[in-house]
């Protein structure tokens, strides 16, 4: 178990550097070097691939745990619309896409929706890490862009939940996935509530008696005890980190917590996707090449379209839509995590794996080019628009000034008169009270740090 450990490492962090000269995602590097170590290339002898998976599951739970952390209920808010409308119609475009592509290919339903999953999701960790490397973390669009990402980790995590029923039943039932559905809403309700309610107000009082090795292994405890939770209620390990990480994600500590939790999710992320290469045959991938490019190209005109509506929709200008959707022209973890739901339930066509993973590679490779190319394409969309479309998009944009322009100035939004009516209301006013109680204490504690 050691010298597979000191395999990987080694190996991950030798290709890790050189994908860091090459100016590439390291996420590329750690499927490469999975690649390098994997049964295809070096036999089945180098490293135990049991021992990897079982790492990979671990580190699935971190990522989704950490995911949970950046959830912030509030900044959500704050952009509600272009959160819903835009995640939304990114996810239903892209599965409608996705479930036409596997049924074109001859697949049965089942490999069809779990394709369609696959191919819904941008990857948060890539599209964020190309946005900051293109020096665009300050642009307008970042918020929103956020905000869907998001939304669509949470409905990917619900989407698991789903998919899974599905392919244990191997037929869909719309009542019972529906009650499926409901009880998945009051299971994650009472949770929230609870979690808000007693979690936030615990550690608020044990503060002070918190260093940082009692804080990491609270954490842990707590994510490992909501995991198993999760399962014995029926649902899936991932949705109970996350679900852990988005209620610590309003306590004090938070800010803290992902802190101390970022190198050991970097360790087991980076034995994930040195797992998911290791599956990776280059044969497989020489021999499906044409279907690599084609559920690449279907990425990225697919999310390039959808997200620029979604987001046009959701009341972004046309030139942040486009900035939006050229940045999510990729698939990334959670593509991974529902093509390993799949094939640890036996229902995975086994091609399909390969492929989504060789069209990350690509989508992920090409991402920062594309990115490149959105404010070009804004022009000349701009340019040869109608008459009439370029009216609506001059106007959108004097909107977004003048709603910038008020709230710089003092007025209140939208979201803030809701959260106010919220706040009066009788039955919810003391739980949405003590809710923003322990918000208001985390940026207070953020900003002393």
Known sequence: MVQDLYILMITAAVVSIVFKLLKQPVVLGYIVAGVLVGPHLAGGNLVNPDNVKAWGDIGVLFVLFCIGLEFRLKNLISSGKVA??????????????????GMDANFDMINSLFLAGMLCMSSTTIVMKAIDEAGMSKERFVKGATSILIVEDVVAVVLMVLLSSIAIRHQFEGAELASKVVDLAITLAAWFV??????PTLIRKVKNHLNDETLIILALGLCLGMVLTAEE????????????GSILAETVESHRIEKLMTPLKNVFAAIFFISVGMMIDPASLAEYWMSVVYVSLVIIVGMIIFATLGCWWGGQTMRDSMLTSFSFVQIGEFSFIIAGLGTSLGVLNPIIYPIIVASSVVTTFLTPYIMKAAVPCYTFLYNHAPEGLRAKID??????AEAETATASGGKSIADKARHAV???FFLKHLVNLFIKNMSAHDENKKKE
């Open 84 to 101: 819903a409308v835009g995640a939304l119609t990114i996810i239903l475009g892209m599965m409608v896409l996705g479930y036409c592509v």
């Open 233 to 244: 209620a029926g649902f899936s390990s991932a949705l109970g980190a996350f679900v852990m």
């Open 395 to 400: 106007q959108r944009e004097q909107q977004m």
């Open 194 to 199: 609870c979690g808000i309610l007693i979690i």
């Open 423 to 425: 706040r009066h209301t």
